[in-house]
């Protein structure tokens, strides 16, 4: 039974607002999911993450695997129990940190620019890959030096483990700098190991887990087209857009386009994942490109860091509050935000006073505007899709309205 309703459609582009059902309840799309790497929203509390209005989170099988341990988590009940989070989690294969390693500063490079990637950067050093093999790929761990096996196989293996609702296939992460036969033979194997991640799910998977494949083939159209119809013609309950997507904003609104483009007609009931990306302008251009979930380390990392988002497309939406000059501020971080810190009227004096004294109230308050900054403005598109005024919607949101309250 296919796990994705399309509830509505805007006519002027390919957006689409939808339901995907999972054994912990549904995600109503298009949506952002905020990234729980070591089964934790950093700083936040499941229910917090929930009340500013997110359904699913993103587990990581690299990370959870190397420590505590899949088993582990298994045996205390699987990962919803083990963080306290009983919404739908996804679950990335671990192939885009393996490989990471493989080709240096891979989440730097994979989208030209840092800070752009599946993984934080603070969350890469020392591990080293040792092979590349038709099997699997042998690295050592960044924990404790230790060598370690990771297989479309053993992914799975893990991902079945922890018990989550949504498990993306092992990939070969394609990084930028490699060229057009590199990307083709790495596009070809990871289509090998999508094959062999069905093959193991259909015998050991956990009943009601969904399977995601994931699309990749570089910034190459051809590649990118025939990659994303393998995938959709693989038996997967979704697809998601790996890989690196060019260079700049532009030619990543072109791949992601050649995915979505392919998958209209037959596959279009699949859900679309957009790994890695969540800039504001991102979120709207992939919602009109077709994406129906996003995931992205930004709003929480640049929260941790005392960076806030704000709708200021001038400002590339964000404000660092670890500047001085806010030091006297009175007013709020931005009018009409349902976070706490705007609710309860806290000054941009007080949020920089307590990011430049270090107070971890100053960074779960932040991180918490920033993901309520996120689900406001995806909430208005899914809304704008349900209501016919995408156009309308996404062109506010692009000049930088500060919420929904002023366009509805
Ligand atoms: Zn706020």
Redesign the pocket.
Known sequence: MPCFTIDARDPGSRARAGRIATAHGEISTPAFVPLATKATVKGMLPAEVADLGYQMVLGNTFHLMLNPGAELIGRLGGLHRFMGWDGPIITDSGGFQVFSMGHGTVAEEIKARPSRGRAGSDEQREGRILAIEEEGVRFRSYMDGSVQWLSPEGSMAVQAALGSDIALVFDECTPFHVDRAYTATSTERTHRWLRRCLAWHREHGPPGQLVYGIVQGGVYEDLRRESTAVVAAAGCDGVAIGGSLGACKEQMYEVVGHATAELAGAHESLPRHLLGIGDVEDLIRGVELGIDTFDCAMPTRLGRHGT?LIADPESRWRVSLAKSRFAEDAS???DG???????LGLSRAYLSYLVRSKELTGMRLIT??NL??IAQRMRSLREAIAEGRLAEVAAALRSGAPSTACFR
Not at 337 to 343: F, L, M, Q, R
Request: proline share 20%.
């Open positions: 806030a709020p971080l931005m935000c349902p976070c706490p810190a705007c609710s918490a505007h309520a900054f």
